[in-house]
């Protein structure tokens, strides 16, 4: 069973920092082959794309209004996927915030949450004035 748990997240001043992390566990399973990205969801909103990463980590994307903010990493060696957040913005960064993971996909990784396979369960992010 594959298991993606995020932490990090938290109460922050608009403005300040937090870093997320995505860890994935499972007999099996390993991130490595897969890309993995960052979605949110606040209350009474869609959920959105925030940021993805391919598997070795050299092709992101983010959403517009993140760019120059918030920035994806991975380790695939801890089996661990963060997201850097820097100047949070209140209300629009306030949110839930979760990982997933695109199985066996090599190429540029997907923007579009319905392509994801794995999720977590989300850590909460707000931003405060």
């Known amino acids: 069973q594959v298991q993606l748990v995020e932490s990090g997240g938290g109460l922050v001043q608009a403005g300040g920092s937090l870093r997320l992390s995505c860890a994935a566990s499972?007999?099996?399973?390993?991130?490595?082959?897969?890309?993995m990205g960052w979605f949110r969801q606040a209350p009474g909103k869609e959920r959105e794309f925030v940021a993805a990463?391919?598997?070795?980590?050299?092709?992101?994307?983010y959403r517009d209004s993140v760019k120059g903010r918030f920035t994806i990493s991975r380790d695939n060696a801890e089996n661990t996927v963060y997201l850097q957040m820097n100047n949070l913005m209140k209300p629009e960064d306030t949110a839930v915030y979760s990982c997933?993971?695109?199985?066996?996909?090599?190429?540029?990784?997907?923007?579009?949450?319905?392509?994801?396979?794995?999720w977590g369960q989300g850590t909460q992010v707000t931003v405060s004035s």
């Open positions: 990463i391919n598997w070795n980590g050299r092709i992101t994307y």
């Open positions: 997933a993971a695109q199985l066996g996909r090599l190429g540029v990784p997907s923007t579009k949450y319905g392509e994801y396979d794995y």
């Open positions: 499972g007999r099996t399973f390993s991130i490595s082959n897969n890309a």
